[in-house]
């Protein structure tokens, strides 16, 4: 059976945002690299885990707003 990592987050400073002031998200309110990210999927076993770069993504919707 093939494992999939469908959502992670992955940051040397995370973002100001509303949801990680929230306390329950104290845990991922760190920093959280791709070396403990891969860690993480050997030891999980996942076999696959699609990724989406935010600052890509942020440049392509303030280009559009723009136009």
Do not use: G, I
């Not at 050997?42 to 600052?55: F, I, N």
């Amino acid at each position: 059976m093939l494992t999939v990592d469908a959502h992670h987050h992955l940051w040397e400073n995370p973002p100001a945002c509303a949801w990680l002031d929230d306390d329950r998200m104290r845990s991922v309110r760190r920093p959280f690299t791709v070396a403990q990210w891969q860690a993480q999927l050997r030891s999980a076993q996942v076999d696959y885990s699609p990724t989406c770069d935010r600052s890509s993504a942020k440049r392509s919707s303030d280009s559009d707003r723009s136009a």
